[in-house]
């Protein structure tokens, strides 16, 4: 008999050789018929493969991420197979699951693959997966291994055997499909009730420009049609509401060849949304008693030595620029230069909580491929604090952080958002993590307490910390329901003592500060373009770039309209007049598209009587107003900063 | 005869072989005692040369700065004089003039000179300059020269000869010294009046630290006693003042070895005081029609090739990040990303004057040597703006920048200053400056107009315009006198060419837009280095780091206090409590010492008749006043950035 330990601590006795389906059956049928995968001493199986000693059990489902991920490799399978009964001969490479989807490349020989043909791939796919038929895994020796690629005259899979070891090689079939595979995979077909084939696109052998261009082709599928539904116009949605594209209908940012890929030129209105998002967040934190620092955008190579940022963080850092002997390399990170400022001048107990604040701007390079609009980029301005306290502090001040992101999550409308506790593995202490076991225990009880306490929504993940401590990760869902990973509250009781800062504590004697870094509106970069797909263009006034157009009916009411707009600056609102010697009809409707929150027209009426009539974005006309009352109005709506 | 063009166009003949000085004799004796040299066919000469061909001629006197040059020069000749008689045998490597005096470097051999010997120098130099010897130039052939300094065994000099061509040396003596010199010089020592010697110091030949360390003394002379002792009286009032005893003293600013030379970390005192010129910067252009940008720290390559700053600028840029075949340099100026922008969308007539501004964080690599405070940085925060506009707009958008630098001046109590209008060199055309000898003519002419039209005091200075265009350069005195370059204003008719930026014009047809670059502010760094010295750290209310210090009498008061602070920080008020139990005294002292405006003593009949009692620093006691009086006093000095 093996001992099974579950999630909640329960052990069970089972038989050597049971497997996880076995175990959900032992527990419910209704449990069995959700299972996908399993995670046994944290490693994700086969929910069919049996187990053969003691362990540690989790029910992997559709749920979980990692179920996820094994429904759409097992998918990518599916999908081979079909490829194979349409194209005879065709040969694999690699055919991973993404955060959605997957997608498999392939060489088709001289045979093309059309966007007709994808259509009866779905269906061949469909076909097969009510087949029911099992995944099942095999262990094979390399040499076998070789031989049945040789023989296929596969050349890909022989070159992924290359650097495969012996005695860990296997292989997957499901009904007339077997590929080389670590696995795992779900039970059967079955469960692939939904499925749609999304692109075909060139992909070179192994990225590399100078190998064969592979067909690649993506897909989607899932264990219900509605959810596939859901997503494809969650698609359709985020399309419309694409921040590339809002970003240049509005003149939000451009990006210059000859100034880099991934370096965001902030136009005018794009500056305005930024200058407000600063403004509301130095108004919190100073509300929160943070203090404001300015730190340069450069620094000597041993700061990033003392820091540990070198060299294991160089493959994400620009690369140095060398004079006079020394190395300074662009910072990834403000945390070093914060770090200086603490330590430019005795700090006591009494000095404690310090809380640095800085929108500073960091530079990381990112794989060209890699970059996307404003989502993966190469400069990034950062909402950066880094928050110095004892250890007797720290529950307080990471409470308040988690608080602040709530605040931010109500202006902004957030309704939907996790926080992932990120934990280190013991077994990577020394390599991945500093080598602190009592540290990263003491510390991430610490968190998971802070958590629990304020009833705040959370999972855990093993092995995602920071290298100097846990962290939590925000994911937030926008509108449309897609999800962004924004912003990050770290713990860290490492970078203290590799810088050496110290506070004189109570007992007169030196103690090292813990850290807290924090950045709860992430980068500018990432946050506008998530509130660019948010509100699909269409911002609350007080982030609005232009806040107001005048909208005069003819050319006799400019001079009234220039009483208006002088009294609304005076109100700090941002206005404009429309004084082209256009019809009032395509005055609107271009006011309408460039997503101006409001639109005061102004005829013989409105100016005889001091009044406006006000058109707010999306919702039409809303009749008559006197001046002073609209003013009124918008400044509050701005200054409450309403959604 | 010869024909010699004075300053305001009149032409004279004299005889060929007449001296400056002679000229100076024949239009007035008075004229003539202040003549120390002269500008002819814009070099500078000895007063006392013969000139023999047509030339326009420009006499210098203590006024000019090719005055004090000229003074300064000599002076280190007297200096040198005296030193001989005082170590004979001492050999002499260089001795130039500086901004403020001079310095000789010299050989000593085994003696040592000290601070005592200072004062029986400066008696030497006395009497030696009341000798009113003439200042003698002798031109030499090489080989003669090195003959001289063969048999002196001076290997100084023969080194310094080496790179000499034969028929320009020349030697100049006075008195009992010799010395091979360019010149030029003041006609004879008497007008040296006033003499001080303020420091030794070693400095190692040729500035290596592999060769012979000299010694270098330092003096400074006047044509007066009573200038001598204005000057010491600044010297010490600026000691005081000094921006970065000051800076440390006040937490304004920290620098770090492992951050790197040259490169500013603000504090939260510093990061206050940059907040609020950005505020008043972002205030003002605003109101001036700006927009502002934000963008990126870095570039690739080929932007400053387009630019024209590589490779003419690079010895002042940081070295590139070379990365995937491109190369990345640090901006040492935010123009190029600013037109960038421009071009990112179609612009018209209609789009200008546009007005980009950006608080933007520029890099120069200024050598190891020349770094000093907050004077001389590495990475500078830039009041930067590009004016993109017509021919026709350009008179009008130039005057108003001129009118914005007055309107700061007034702010910040700046009574003196000047404009220096830096003119191109047309000899240099295509080598220094972009060949465009019609476009120069032009816009100096326009620049010029304005600065008349204005009234504003102006100096013209010849070769000292930019590549692109002529400039202004501001400059500004400090409270006590001391000069500072702050600020310019430039034209630029060449950028919007390389950059290939165009409008369309009226008549529908592109056009290059005239742009005016403009920094009234300067950089945070040195702006915030004169302020510092400019108020001695007492910073006006609306700068202060903190504004008001509550300092109750006793313990009990405090709550008292809490109700005045929250009521004071509800108002936007920097405020603090002094809670320690320490003696009235004392807090007043230190208060005082951290320079804050205010401080508020509450005692029993403070808190009884809710009222304060004000000190005002630097003004002592002032009274007491209810609490609302006061904050309605504080806030509306804070408002009206009173001075």
Redesign the interface.
């Known amino acids: 008999m093996i001992n099974i330990t579950l999630p909640d601590g329960a052990v069970r006795q089972y038989e050597s050789g049971v497997t996880a389906l076995d175990i959900a059956r032992s527990i419910s049928e209704g449990l069995a018929r959700k299972v996908l995968a399993a995670k046994v001493n944290g490693e994700v199986w086969d929910a069919t493969r049996p187990i053969t000693g003691d362990a540690t059990l989790k029910l992997v489902t559709w749920d979980d991420s990692e179920g996820k991920s094994t429904f759409w490799h097992s998918s990518a399978h599916l999908m081979a197979e079909a490829v194979e009964s349409m194209f005879p001969g065709v040969k694999f490479w690699v055919g991973p699951p993404l955060d959605n989807g997957f997608y498999y490349d392939m060489d088709l020989g001289d045979r093309k693959m059309s966007d007709e043909d994808l259509q009866v791939l779905e269906k061949k796919m469909n076909e097969l997966a009510k087949k029911n038929s099992a995944y099942i895994r095999k262990e094979i020796p390399k040499a076998e291994a070789i031989g049945y690629f040789t023989e296929k005259g596969d050349e890909y899979k022989l070159d992924l055997l290359q650097n495969l070891e012996d005695g860990k090689i296997t292989f997957y079939s499901q009904g007339n499909f077997t590929d080389l595979c670590r696995g795992p995979h779900i039970p059967n077909t079955s469960f692939i009730k939904a499925i749609k084939l999304t692109n075909i696109a060139g992909a070179y052998w192994k990225g590399d420009e100078k190998n064969k261009q592979l067909t690649r082709v993506y897909g989607i599928t899932f264990p219900n049609q509605k959810e596939l539904d859901e997503y494809l116009l969650m698609l359709e949605e985020a399309k419309k509401r694409d921040h590339r594209k809002l970003g240049k209908e509005l003149?939000i940012f451009?990006m210059?060849?000859?100034?880099?890929q991934g370096?965001?030129?902030?136009?005018?209105n794009?500056?305005?949304i930024?200058?407000e998002l600063e403004k509301l967040a130095k108004e919190t934190e100073a509300a929160a008693g943070y203090?404001?620092?300015?730190?340069?955008?450069?620094?000597?190579e041993?700061?990033y030595l003392?820091s540990g940022h070198l060299p294991y963080y160089k493959e994400s850092m620009?690369?140095?620029?060398?004079?006079?002997g020394?190395k300074?390399y662009?910072k990834a990170m403000n945390c070093p230069?914060h770090h200086?400022?603490f330590?430019?001048?005795h700090k006591s107990y009494k000095d404690l909580p310090l809380r640095?604040a800085e929108y500073g701007?960091c530079?990381r390079?990112e794989q060209?491929g890699e970059l996307f609009g404003l989502m993966r980029v190469r400069?990034l301005?950062m909402n950066d604090a880094h928050i110095y306290c004892t250890k007797e502090q720290f529950a307080e001040e990471f409470k308040a952080v988690n608080e602040m992101y709530l605040k931010y999550f109500k202006i902004f409308g957030v309704d939907k958002f996790v926080m992932r506790l990120s934990l280190h593995d013991p077994a990577k202490l020394g390599q991945k993590y500093v080598d602190e076991p009592e540290l990263w225990k003491e510390t991430e009880e610490m968190v998971r307490a802070v958590l629990i306490d304020t009833g705040t929504p959370f999972v855990e993940v093993q092995d995602e910390a920071a290298f100097y401590g846990p962290k939590i990760d925000v994911q937030i869902w926008s509108i449309i329901g897609r999800e962004f990973t924004l912003a990050t509250n770290q713990v860290d009781f490492a970078q203290g003592r590799r810088f050496k800062l110290e506070f004189t504590n109570k007992d007169n004697a030196p103690e090292t500060p813990l850290i807290i870094h924090r950045a709860p509106l992430g980068t500018h970069e990432r946050f506008i373009g998530f509130l660019l797909e948010h509100y699909a263009g269409k911002f609350p006034v007080w982030l609005a770039p232009l806040q107001a157009k005048i909208l005069p009916i003819s050319d006799k009411f400019i001079p009234y309209c220039n009483e208006v707009r002088a009294k609304l600056v005076k109100a700090g609102v941002r206005v404009e007049i429309d004084e082209r010697s256009e019809k009032i009809g395509k005055k609107i409707r271009e006011a309408e598209l460039s997503r101006v929150p409001y639109m005061l027209v102004v005829g013989e009426k409105e100016m005889n009587e001091s009044m406006l009539s006000v058109r707010r974005q999306g919702k039409g006309d809303t009749g008559m107003q006197p001046v002073l009352e609209f003013i009124n109005m918008i400044v509050d709506e701005i200054e409450e900063r309403k959604g």
Chains 1, 2 share one sequence.
């Open positions: 003149s451009t210059d060849d000859e100034v880099g370096l965001v030129l902030w136009m005018p794009g500056t305005i930024i200058e203090k404001r620092v300015v730190t340069p955008h450069i620094a000597k041993s700061l003392t620009y690369p140095p620029m060398e004079l006079d020394t300074y662009l230069h200086k400022i330590a430019a001048e640095l701007t530079y390079y060209s400069c301005h």
